[in-house]
Structure formats: structure tokens, C-alpha cells
């Protein structure tokens, strides 16, 4: 008895570490099944949000594979995904192609589908690419990896409290909370140069700890370039990756941007990353409505709190995109009709409508003006020369266009009036300063269509004053414009504004963008879409 006894405990255990070998592999099939479908969530959720899953990195040594690579995923998975209906606005990117089956299933959180795709037979052999890819840092989209050589390479650091046993017997979490502790450590020592390290080294342990990303981010581009002088224009450096030339200050900043952008790769459904990116940093810091509006957009896509669409509608009004901007406050205030703030920004991206309204129909009386005196000159040239036949041609052109100036001068009456009535009820229970500001800038714009260019200067020096936010950049370079067009001297300050434009405009790479317009105008080349382009 005592020998099968003997015998039993080494079977027993053998038996275990059988079961052990078993249920090891399989957890890990698991996890890299796990890690695949993480990878599809963040992928469709990128090619997007950006159009692009990579990006410039300096400091990377294998070649990005991502969008190669996930055009081949994509087109596999065209065959294996149901056809979800298209979007017109969400489902498309910038040149109006319908994103891949992929892109729309994470687009409508069908993560089942994603899932079940992840597991299909027909993905094996590109799950295999997506470990050697991951394996070889040839795939951004996933992220920063962790890399122990980087964290122990210093002897002699100061980190306490994490040690190997913390990375590799499962307690990460714990080894992050312990780096995030020293983190703070640093910034209340002012040690700002051994805490960025430290917060990457954070996140990179603990991908889930989001709060860590927030803080972080907070600390890079808001903390850490309090105190940066801005940087002059020629001694600014361009980044490809950004299109634009940035000063110390910027790429601080722009650490920040990218801090939360991996954040986003690793958190893809919390609110939170995208939120701080679009409105914390874009929006307060970079004054980049456009971005601030695409990533506050994909915050609402997920479970967030109430004031995110408040804060997106408030992009959307800066960045000029007043029917969205009204559309999406309209239909905040169905679920929420006791906010306060709803009524007064719908009525005051009305205001601004009506005004964009009377600014595109007086640049394109500028414009038709513009072009009818051509059109008379080339008349004259061809009756000089004896082309009775072009003449006619420049002469109906010119009446034309003269035409168009009459209908237009109506249609900017109309909504100039609107836009008073609209800041006027805004204003009327109350000193508003906004809406007092705006209507000062209302009848400057009159008076400079008069040619009293003294009067309109001096209406918008003082709406400048009224106003707060950023309308006294906007007030002070109209009365710039105003004043040279009406061939007033400019003051000392309004000349070095001048020349640092010029100055800037040297460094000048990407285009700028294209203004929303809603009065089409054949005689602007960057007119709408569907107007008729500029008569010959």
C-alpha cells in the first residue's frame, strides 16, 4: 500500500503540471486572441478618427507596417463582417470613400462581430503577422510597449518601491501605482526632467490607467510650458508629422497630444482620452477647432458625461460650424430641457449664421465688383482692337456680374438685419458684452462698405474692449485691414503686428483652410462646391 502510495504523489503531480502545460496554453491563445481583437478595435477606431495609423516617429527603428498591413485585414474581413449600412458623414473619409466593414463595426460598438472575427479560422495566418509585426515594433497602432531595458538601465535611480518581481509575477498594477507616486514626487520637487520618463514608464505598465493619461498629459502641456517664453517665427522648427513649424512652448504641448493619442490606442472606448485631447489641449491650448471638434466628436461616442456634448457644441461655434453647432444643442435640450445654457447658444450661433451670411455675400460683392471692372477693361482693349465680337462677350459679362452685385446687395440687407435683430434680443435684458461687441462689428462693416473708414475703426477699437474671448485678435485685424484699404496710417503696434504676419507667412507650409461658406459665389475660386466657376 505504502508503495502505491509513493508511487501516486509524483503521478498526481505530473498529472497537475499536465494540466498546468494545458491550461497555460490555452490562456495563452487566449490573450493573443485577446490582443488581436484589442488591435481591430483600436484600428477601425483610428483609420477614421485620423485616416492613418502612422505616424513620424524619430525614434522608431523598424518600419511601420500598419496601414499596410490593416488594408489587408480589412479587405479579408469584407468577405467575414455583415454589410452594416453606410453613413454618409461617419462612414466616409475625406475623399468620400465608404470606410471597410471593420471600420463601421467599431464605429457601431459591434464588438461581438469583432470578436467572433478575431477567432475566424480565415484570420489565422494574419494573426500570426499581426504577433510578428507586434513583436518586431512594426505596428504604432498598438501603442507603447513595455521595455524593461529601459526602465533598469539606470543603477543608480531614485524609483523605489518596483522591482522585477512586480513586472513579471502579476503585479503591475501595483508597480504603476508605485511609479505614479514617484511622478508626483518629482513634480512637487520640480524635477520635471526625471517625471516625463516616469509617466510614459507608468502607462506603458499599466496601459488601463487612464487617470494617469489625463494627469500627464495635464502636466505636458499645461504645467511643464507655463513658463516657456513663446518662441520667435524663424527660430521656430518644422515637424512633418504636424505640417507646422513649433516653437519649445508647442511641442510641449504637442507631447501631450501625443501622450493622449496613446492613451486612446490602449483605452479606445473611454471617453475621457478623447475628451481631454479635443477640449483640454486643442481646443484651450493649440486653438485647433477643427481637431478639437473630430476628437470631441468620438468622445460622445462613447458613455460619457453630460457636459462633453456641451463642450463639443462650443468647438463646433468656434470653429464656424453654426448649423451643427445649433442641431446638436436642439437636440441636447430633449434630453436635458432645464439647462440653462442651451437657449442663449442657440440663439447666439443664429446671431453668428445670419452674420457669416452678410460676410460671404459682401466678399463676393467685392469680388463681382472686382471682376466686372475687368471685364469692362478687356471690353475696352477689344474695341481698341477692333473685336467688336469680344467686346460684347466682356460687356455681358460685366453686366452680369452687375446683376449678381444687385442681388446680392439685397440678400446682405436681409440678413444684416437678422443678424441686429438676433444680438439685439441676445443683448436686450442685459449689458451682454458679447452681443454689444458684435453689434458694434455689425455697423463698422457698414460704415467700411461706405468708405467711412475712420468711423468703422474707431466702433471696432471700441467693441474690441467689450468683448471676452478671442474677439479682440479678430477686431484688431479687421481694423488693420480696414485701415489700409482706406489708406490710414497704422499705429506703431499695428505696424509690428504687420510684419510679424509677413514674417509668419514666410514659414507659412500647410494650405490654409477652407472656409465653410454659405452664400456660393462664382467670383471666388474657393467658393462652394457646386457654384458656377468664375466667368472667362
Known amino acids: 500500500m505504502k508503495r502505491f502510495r509513493s508511487i501516486a504523489w509524483p503521478l498526481a503531480f505530473a498529472g497537475l503540471m499536465a494540466l498546468g502545460g494545458v491550461q497555460g496554453a490555452r490562456i495563452d491563445v487566449i490573450q493573443e486572441n485577446e490582443a488581436f481583437y484589442r488591435w481591430l478595435i483600436n484600428a477601425g477606431n483610428l483609420i477614421r ?66 470578436w467572433v472575427l478575431a477567432l475566424n479560422p480565415a484570420m489565422e495566418g494574419l494573426k500570426a503577422k499581426f504577433r510578428d509585426y507586434r513583436d518586431a515594433n512594426q505596428l504604432q497602432s ?17 524609483v523605489t518601491g518596483v522591482g522585477v518581481t512586480s513586472m513579471f509575477l502579476g503585479f503591475r498594477k501595483l508597480a504603476a501605482g508605485f511609479l505614479w507616486f514617484q511622478v508626483d514626487k518629482f513634480w512637487h520637487g520640480g524635477q520635471l526632467h526625471r517625471m516625463v520618463p516616469l509617466m510614459k514608464t507608468t502607462v506603458a505598465f499599466d496601459p488601463s490607467f487612464v487617470d494617469a493619461y489625463l494627469l500627464g498629459a495635464w502636466h505636458l502641456a499645461y504645467n511643464i510650458p507655463a513658463k516657456v517664453a513663446e518662441t520667435p517665427e524663424p527660430l521656430k522648427t518644422y515637424f512633418p508629422k504636424y505640417g507646422k513649424r513649433l516653437g519649445l512652448k508647442e511641442e510641449w504641448q504637442y507631447q501631450g497630444v501625443e501622450f493622449l493619442k496613446d ?81 442663449r447658444f442657440i440663439r447666439i450661433n443664429e446671431a453668428y449664421l445670419a452674420e457669416a451670411r452678410t460676410d460671404d455675400g459682401l466678399e463676393c460683392i467685392a469680388a463681382a465688383r472686382a471682376a466686372a471692372e475687368r471685364y469692362r477693361g478687356s471690353a475696352a482693349e477689344a474695341r481698341a482692337k477692333g473685336d467688336a465680337e469680344a467686346a460684347a462677350r466682356f460687356d455681358a459679362s460685366a453686366a452680369a456680374a452687375e446683376s449678381d452685385i444687385a442681388v446680392l446687395d439685397a440678400e446682405v440687407e436681409l440678413s444684416r438685419a437678422d443678424a441686429t435683430l438676433r444680438w439685439m434680443e441676445i443683448g436686450k435684458n442685459s449689458e451682454d458684452p458679447l452681443a454689444k461687441s458684435r453689434l458694434l462689428r455689425i455697423q463698422a462693416l457698414e460704415y467700411r462698405a461706405e468708405k467711412r473708414y475712420y468711423e468703422a475703426a474707431g466702433l471696432l477699437d471700441e467693441a474690441r474692449y467689450e468683448s471676452p474671448g478671442d474677439f479682440f485678435v479678430e477686431a484688431s485685424n479687421l481694423i488693420i485691414e480696414i485701415k489700409q484699404e482706406g489708406n490710414i496710417p497704422l499705429s506703431t503696434s499695428e505696424k509690428m503686428a504687420v510684419e510679424r504676419e509677413k514674417e509668419a507667412e514666410q514659414y507659412r507650409i500647410a494650405p490654409p ?14 467658393s462652394a462646391p457646386d457654384s458656377p466657376p468664375p466667368p472667362a
Request: charged share 35%.
Open 49 to 114: 478618427l485620423e485616416g492613418s495609423l502612422e505616424f513620424e516617429d524619430t525614434a522608431r527603428t523598424a518600419p511601420s507596417q500598419d496601414d499596410e498591413f490593416f488594408a489587408e485585414v480589412a479587405d479579408t474581413a469584407e468577405g467575414l463582417l455583415p454589410d452594416y449600412p453606410v453613413d454618409a458623414k461617419e462612414d466616409t473619409d475625406d475623399a468620400g470613400r465608404i470606410l471597410p466593414r471593420i471600420a463601421r463595426a467599431v464605429r457601431n460598438k459591434f464588438d461581438d462581430d469583432v
Open 142 to 158: 498598438v501603442g507603447t510597449q513595455l521595455s524593461t531595458a529601459t526602465v533598469y538601465a539606470d543603477e543608480n535611480r531614485e
Open 263 to 343: 492613451g486612446i490606442r490602449k483605452n479606445p472606448r473611454d471617453y475621457r482620452v478623447y475628451f481631454d485631447l479635443g477640449y483640454g489641449i486643442f481646443e484651450n491650448k493649440l486653438n485647433d477647432h477643427e481637431n478639437a471638434v473630430r476628437y470631441l466628436s468620438a468622445a460622445r461616442e462613447h458613455r460619457h458625461d453630460r457636459f462633453v456634448p456641451r463642450m463639443l457644441f462650443f468647438s463646433m461655434m468656434k470653429n464656424g460650424q453654426h448649423e451643427d453647432a445649433i442641431a446638436g444643442w436642439k437636440e441636447y435640450l430633449q434630453a436635458f430641457p432645464d439647462n440653462l445654457a442651451g437657449p
Open 513 to 526: 483652410k477652407k472656409k465653410i461658406r454659405r452664400v456660393p459665389c462664382a467670383y471666388i475660386q474657393d
